[in-house]
C-alpha cells in the first residue's frame, strides 16, 4: 500500500543549482520523513518534519509540509556531486492496527559537474 | 553513532535453497524491521518485530519467516528460496518503544547497507 509519492522519478541539473522533490500522501499523518540513499546502499535518515512544522531547515535541506495540501517537499541548495542520489518520504500509516513507516518510491537525484 | 549491520551484501543462491539474513543493531532498539527494495516497487515491508520473540506481518510477508531470539538480531529466512525474491533487501531498526499502535508518533529508522540477494 502506497502511502508517499516522490515527484519528479527523476531529477538532472547541474552542480550548483538547486534541487527540488516534492511529496504527496493520502492519509493523515503526524510525521513526515526524508531518506537519502546512495546507489546500491542502505537508506539514512535526512530530516523529519512534524504535522505541527510547516518548514524545517538542515544544512543545505529545506523542507516544508502542507497537511491541507497533504505534500512535503525537500530543497537542496547549492547541490553538489556528492549529492547524487535517490531520495525518499516516508509517513506512518496504520498497517493490521500497526503504525509503521511506508516509503514511496523515491526521486533519482543526479548532479552533473 | 547506531550501527546497523547486515551480514552478507551479496550473495547468490540457487533455487530451492534455504537462505538466513542477519541484521545485528547496536544501540538496544526495540523495533527491527525487513524490507525489500525493487525498481519501480520501492521499499515494501516484509515484516518487522517490536520486542523480542515478537514478529507481526507487513505487506508482503508470503515466503519468508523472521526469528528474533535476542534484541540486537532479527533474521529473515527464505525457506525455499525462489527466483522471485531476487532482490535488495534492507533491515532497519527504530528506539521507539513498541508496539508500534496508532496514536504513536512513528520515528527515525536507522538501516543496515543492505543485502543483495540473486536467486538463480
Known amino acids: 500500500s502506497q502511502q508517499g509519492e516522490e515527484d519528479p522519478q527523476a531529477l538532472s541539473i547541474q552542480e550548483g543549482e538547486n534541487a527540488t522533490m516534492n511529496c504527496s500522501y493520502k492519509t493523515s499523518i503526524n510525521n513526515l520523513q526524508w531518506y537519502r540513499q546512495n546507489s546500491g546502499r542502505g537508506l539514512v535518515h535526512l530530516i523529519l518534519?512534524?504535522?505541527?512544522?510547516r518548514e524545517k531547515h538542515s544544512g543545505r535541506l529545506r523542507v516544508t509540509l502542507d497537511t491541507s495540501k497533504k505534500s512535503s517537499s525537500l530543497l537542496i541548495t547549492a547541490s553538489r556531486a556528492a549529492d547524487t542520489a535517490s531520495y525518499f518520504c516516508?509517513?506512518?500509516?496504520?498497517?493490521?492496527?500497526?503504525?509503521?513507516?511506508?516509503f514511496g518510491q523515491g526521486t533519482r537525484l543526479t548532479i552533473n559537474p | 553513532d547506531v550501527k546497523v549491520t547486515q551480514s552478507s551484501r551479496y550473495l547468490v543462491k540457487r533455487t530451492g535453497e534455504k537462505v538466513f539474513l542477519e541484521c545485528v543493531q547496536d544501540m538496544d532498539h526495540e523495533n527491527m524491521f525487513w524490507y525489500r527494495q525493487d525498481p519501480g516497487l520501492g521499499l515494501r515491508l516484509i515484516y518487522f518485530?517490536?520486542?523480542?520473540?515478537?514478529?507481526e506481518k507487513g505487506d508482503i510477508p508470503e515466503g519468508y519467516s523472521v526469528s528474533r531470539e535476542k534484541k540486537e538480531r532479527f533474521s529473515l529466512i527464505l525457506e525455499s528460496a525462489s527466483t522471485n525474491q531476487t532482490s535488495m533487501y534492507l533491515c532497519a531498526s527504530s528506539p521507539f518503544r513498541a508496539p508500534l499502535r496508532a496514536g504513536l508518533n512513528t520515528g527515525e529508522l536507522f538501516f543496515g547497507e543492505g543485502s543483495r540477494l540473486t536467486v538463480l
Open positions: 518534519i512534524r504535522s505541527n512544522e
Open positions: 518485530s517490536y520486542d523480542v520473540k515478537m514478529k
Open positions: 516516508a509517513t506512518p500509516a496504520l498497517i493490521q492496527g500497526a503504525q509503521k513507516l511506508v
